[in-house]
């Protein structure tokens, strides 16, 4: 309950969670989002001489999320 009323969800998340679909600012706030924290996460990677299988596996659910949130989530204006 407590996070429903946050306005990170109500700003967020709640059209997602009524309507099943996000207006495209959300979508390319959460776009920028998941890239920049991605990116992150694949640098520490290379810098900690990750193995590649992991790097893969990031760079696979990175394109999942584009995916997703791109073609399937419905943009409501």
């Known amino acids: 309950m407590w996070f429903l009323s946050t306005r ?10 009524q309507k099943r679909g996000m207006t495209l600012k959300t979508k390319l706030v959460l776009f920028a989002a998941i890239t920049f924290f991605m990116g992150l996460s694949f640098t520490m990677m290379i810098l900690l001489s ?9 760079a696979v659910v990175w394109l999942c999320h584009v995916l997703y949130f791109g073609f399937k989530v419905e943009t409501l204006r």
């Open 8 to 17: 990170f969800y109500r700003k967020n998340l709640e059209s997602f969670a």
């Open 50 to 58: 990750a193995p590649i299988f992991a790097r893969i596996a990031l």
